[in-house]
């Protein structure tokens, strides 16, 4: 018999069928083929029948996920779904042990694969199944790819990423400090909780066979339950390891309709594009390739974008009422063309919708980027520009540099790291009591676009003149350096920012790249002191009207903490060492070494 190792809130209660449009059973167990059963919650409509089912497996608590929080499975529930939404591995009401994502992809254990084919086995399914959900719960739908059920007929993940490595623990190499720390702690104390009970149980059961199980490490319970965590800092460059979360080896595999949905500035926007981009790249047929759409819009993460505030601002920016968007009712419509048969127009809409920031306003396109785009260099120079208090105050022009000129110069302290401010991070300087939940504004408390002002002090600026009219930018964004360093190693930290006419640099888009993983993930490569090395660093996309007497500029330093881990300069991961130097750091300017930034300028 199935008891769940945790029990819902009395305080939440149970619908009234009559009342609310819809049924609830708790804590249904779903068996997985190693035998361990999966807590899930099953939303009914209220007439018996036979429906299309929609899966949701999140570890943050089926009773209060956040497709719960925001009334998903209510909803779906009352137009003729039934939704079921699963504790994942080792969490709340579910048995096992947790490993964040490791029996959700295609190893030896297929816990997504086993849940979606058992609801589509039961008497009251149509035997097609969806899913759906976002963040984690959009990455294990992502990772279905890798042994895709057959039953499972459509997906919806919302802001997920496309590789555990490049846009979950690193981005550019260099540790995603903030969110690991905030998102890791809360992750292990539930985690704990959830095997504290399965020990205490197991060892009433069967006390004397449990303990003189030999050698304890064998048991699954007694393992380290921090060791992903260590795992993540240690393996850094092992990519077999990492080979195990990467969507994009599995991207051909993805002929199920798919909505992507994504953010500017969330913390998995580079991921969604990716898997986008890959799966359409990839797919076997133009049949296959048009069942994939792609909507990206002014939000932070999460799925709260239907109703103001948070669907309509960023940070410290305010994007007006066009920015919100019926989040539930696109999945309505989504799941009701491709598990109903229904023909709601879905199949004739565009592939891809985007919000442009600045215009404030969506357009279409039928591909990621748009096509048309024209790739524009926007080269740095030392002439003062007038409008930046920086270390430096340079310009940006379109024109490539005619003649050497010496290169900027700043230092990079590892003690005194350069402050994040905004971007697409997910983390919190927030002090939470204990036993407080995390809420969207903790999460959020960083992100987003912000007036880089208070930090520019510390680093180079480059901007352009006022511009005599309107240019979008809509599209990849990158920045290609040529840099020299007094250390083996640095960061370079790359901002693009919308300088308006009061002086407000406000952040568009950003990137890190750690240098001595510059040229490849997995094989680092140290800097010779003094030479010079070209680098590149992915600022990932945007889409931002930049008006007519604004200004471009690019923000240029060695650190943004606590977003990511400060580098030593040493050559050493920051986790394995207590050594540091300082670097200085040096941003070529010249003819040879034209240092500038790749913008993707549209013209429709």
């Known amino acids: ?73 209510q909803f779906l529930a009352r137009h003729g779904y039934i ?3 699963q504790d994942t591995r080792g969490r709340y009401a579910s048995e096992g042990t947790w490993y964040p994502f490791r029996e959700e992809a295609w190893g030896e254990k297929r816990d997504g694969y086993d849940s979606v084919e058992w609801l589509a086995r039961q008497p009251w399914s ?16 992502y990772l279905l790819v890798g042994d895709m059920p057959p039953h499972l007929a459509a997906l919806f993940p919302r802001q997920a990423a496309c590789s555990l490595r490049r846009e979950w623990v690193y981005r550019g190499g260099a540790f995603e400090l903030g969110f690991m720390f905030m998102w890791g702690a809360r992750q292990s104390r539930e985690a704990l909780r959830n095997r504290l009970i399965q020990l205490d149980r197991q060892s009433l059961q069967n006390a004397l066979g449990f303990a003189s199980s030999w050698p304890l490490t064998s048991q699954p319970l007694f393992s380290d339950p921090f060791q992903w965590l260590h795992d993540y800092l240690n393996l850094q460059q092992d990519e077999e390891y990492w080979k195990q979360w990467d969507v994009s080896i599995h991207h051909a595999a993805c002929d199920r309709p798919t909505y992507h949905m994504a953010s ?26 048009q069942k994939h759409r792609l909507i990206i819009g002014p939000w932070l993460h999460g799925p709260w974008v239907e109703t103001a505030p948070t669907g309509r601002t960023a940070g410290e920016m305010d994007f007006g009422e066009e920015a919100l968007w019926n989040l539930k009712g696109a999945m309505l419509r989504w799941f009701d063309c491709w598990l109903k048969g229904l023909a709601n127009g879905t199949t004739e809409e565009p592939a891809v919708r985007y919000f442009v920031m600045g215009l404030n306003h969506w357009k279409t396109a039928e591909d990621w980027p748009p096509p048309g785009i024209q790739f524009r260099n926007l080269y740095f120079s030392r002439q003062t520009s007038g409008s930046a208090r920086s270390l430096n105050d340079g310009s940006l022009y379109w024109n490539p ?44 408390a960083q992100a987003g676009s912000r007036d880089q002002r208070p930090i520019e002090s510390r680093c180079l600026t480059f901007t352009t003149e006022p511009l005599s009219e309107d240019l979008e930018v809509t599209g990849p964004v990158q920045a290609r350096l040529y840099v020299s360093s007094s250390a083996l190693d640095t960061d370079f930290v790359v901002r693009l920012c919308d300088v308006y006419p009061d002086g407000r640099s406000m952040l568009i888009c950003d990137g890190i790249q750690r ?21 590149s660093i992915d600022l990932w996309a945007t889409s931002n009207l930049f008006r007519a007497g604004h200004r471009i500029r690019v923000v240029v330093n060695s650190s943004c903490f606590p977003r990511y881990d400060i580098n030593p300069g040493t050559g050493e991961s920051a986790a394995k060492t207590t ?26």
């Open 1 to 73: 018999m199935f008891v769940p190792n945790f029990k819902r809130p009395e305080s939440l209660g149970l619908p009234d069928p009559a009342k609310d449009g819809y049924r609830l059973e708790v804590d249904v167990a779903i068996p997985m083929r190693d035998g361990t059963q999966l807590a899930t919650d099953l939303y009914f409509p209220v007439q018996p029948g036979v429906y299309p089912v929609l899966l949701e497996r999140t570890p943050y608590g089926k009773h209060q996920s956040i497709m719960v929080g925001i009334g998903a499975p």
């Open 83 to 85: 939704v079921a939404i």
């Open 126 to 141: 149509s035997g097609k199944v969806g899913s759906f959900g976002g963040s984690f719960a959009g990455f294990n739908q």
């Open 264 to 289: 500017w500035y969330d913390i998995f926007l580079g991921g969604s594009l990716r898997n986008f981009c890959g799966m359409r790249a990839q797919a076997a047929s133009d049949a296959v390739r």
């Open 401 to 444: 540099p005619g003649e050497a000129v010496e290169p900027a110069v700043y230092m990079h302290d590892p003690d005194d790291p350069v402050p994040s401010l905004g971007g697409n991070t997910l983390f919190s300087l927030a002090v939470k009591h204990s036993g407080e939940e995390p809420s969207w504004d903790d999460l959020n």
């Open 515 to 535: 240098a001595r993983y510059r040229e490849a993930d997995y094989e680092p490569s140290l800097f010779e002191p003094g030479s010079v090395y070209p680098i």
């Open 579 to 604: 050594r540091k130097v300082k670097a200085e750091n040096r941003v070529s300017l010249s003819r040879d070494y034209p240092s500038h930034i790749i913008l993707p300028v549209n013209n429709a």
